[in-house]
């Protein structure tokens, strides 16, 4: 905001040119505020050009924090000045889009944007919306976790107070103290990968829950069944078991039911095989109840139906990190899933500025605890995703058998004495330098340049 405009102009064959330009820096050093503009005529000699100064005083805009405590049906905001550190309102917005009008108007009402911090805690999908609305109205917000906050708050108090009001002055004074780190724009991507690999994940530990069911059925009804199929669900035991579900019934199968059963296991399923399952079926100790079929057809049921939304949120998945398509995926061992994962969980890569944060981001790093004389450490944090940390263990797996660097640092750990799991846990650690740089440097994966 201008508060003072000041012109001057005057010949410049008064004054010598080093008298001008000392004056000028005395102007500059007394007054850090101001702004000097020197207009002199285009081409002309000093002694004889017009020197007009334009003398401009800012008054400087002050920095605002916001702290937004998130809820499901409403948001608190608290608004610290960074002049005095005193609070200078606090609102309660709502979660629609006249609530969401009203914080933009009263950002709009202190400063300009630049000069606003945005933070909340990270709160699942309740936050979403709010995101996408700050961003599309080109403000900046940062998210914090919330055991940052909480540790923050236990620092400053010994009362234990909480409130939504005090948990939304806890963020913005936490902001003031912290580097501020925005988050990247155009998120769609991690946030869909995020939510579909989480959704993936919990239909696969849902898929396994119902094969256990499955199988706590058979060992009343057909004991025999799975140990012939090396305990495996496989395509042809699941057509049995929904076209024929009791032993009884597959101990009268003929050769017409053999011929679809080749084609279905595509003439992996031989007639022996045939045979010795219907011996099985007839002479089982297993329980022909009625109830039991019942619950096998449900069961059955929704495992297929499992397996079949599995499938299609693996395509979708595919297809969104395809479009990203990050340098990682050049890596041996690391596929769309496992890529999506990681991009889901770590965003931007930028964010961090040395491998080691994202080691701590995934709960990779070695934890110490020093007390004294007592020493300790050694155990992984386990902080953070657990399912980035399953996912990049589990890419180091064939990495240790298709890549001769990781091999060998692999047997390394193992020379050293280290059990499998924590040999494991060091090359996972190296994988995460190596898609740190990666990523930095823009390249693809090089088997020749790795060391």
């Not at 939510?195 to 706590?216: A, E, G, M």
């Not at 039991?292 to 397996?307: A, P």
Request: net charge positive; aromatic share 10%.
């Amino acid at each position: 905001m201008d508060l003072y405009l000041f012109y001057y102009s005057f010949d410049c064959s008064e004054m010598t040119q080093t008298t001008a330009f000392r004056l000028l820096l005395v102007i500059s050093l007394l007054t850090l505020d101001v702004s000097i503009y020197v207009i002199t005529q285009p081409n002309s000699l000093w002694k004889t050009a017009v020197l007009k100064i334009f003398i401009r005083r800012y008054k400087p805009m002050s920095m605002y924090f916001i702290g937004i405590d998130i809820s499901k049906y409403k948001h608190d905001c608290c608004i610290i000045s960074a002049a005095n550190q005193k609070v200078v309102s606090k609102v309660t917005i709502k979660n629609n889009k006249a609530g969401f009008n009203e914080l933009l108007t009263i950002i709009h009402s202190l400063a300009n944007p630049a000069d606003i911090r945005i933070g909340f805690e990270s709160t699942a999908h309740y936050a979403l919306n709010l995101e996408l609305f700050l961003e599309n109205s080109l403000l900046t917000f940062m998210e914090v976790n919330p055991v940052l906050i909480s540790e923050y708050k236990k620092s400053k108090t010994l009362r234990r107070t909480k409130t939504d009001s005090v948990d939304c002055e806890s963020i913005a004074r936490w902001l003031m103290t912290v580097e501020y780190k925005p988050h990247s724009k155009g998120f769609y991507h991690a946030y869909s990968l995020k939510s579909l690999t989480r959704l993936r994940d919990k239909l696969i530990r849902q898929r396994s829950f119902y094969l256990v069911k499955i199988t706590n059925v058979l060992d009343h009804t057909f004991p025999e069944f799975k140990p012939f199929f090396n305990e495996r669900l496989s395509k042809t035991a699941r057509y049995l078991l929904e076209n024929y579900g009791s032993a009884e019934k597959m101990a009268r199968m003929n050769s017409a039911s053999y011929e679809k059963l080749r084609s279905v296991s595509r003439g992996k399923f031989s007639p022996q095989q045939f045979l010795r399952l219907k011996e099985l079926a007839v002479n089982t100790v297993g329980v022909n109840n009625s109830i039991f079929d019942v619950e096998l057809n449900s069961l059955l049921s929704l495992y297929k139906s499992l397996v079949k939304e599995i499938d299609t949120i693996k395509k979708e998945i595919n297809q969104l990190i395809e479009e990203v398509h990050p340098h990682y995926m050049s890596v041996p061992g690391i596929g769309p899933l496992s890529a999506a994962v990681i991009y889901s969980e770590y965003g931007d890569i930028s964010n961090f500025t040395n491998p080691g944060q994202m080691l701590a981001f995934a709960g990779i790093e070695p934890g110490i605890n020093e007390s004294g004389t007592e020493s300790h450490g050694g155990k992984m944090v386990k902080r953070g995703s657990s399912q980035l940390r399953y996912t990049l263990i589990n890419c180091c797996l064939p990495l240790i058998r298709f890549d001769m660097t990781f091999a060998t640092y692999y047997a390394k750990k193992r020379g050293e004495g280290k059990p499998h799991r924590v040999a494991i846990t060091h090359v996972a650690k190296k994988l995460i330098r190596v898609i740190y740089a990666l990523e930095r440097q823009d390249i693809d994966f090089n088997a020749q340049k790795l060391r």
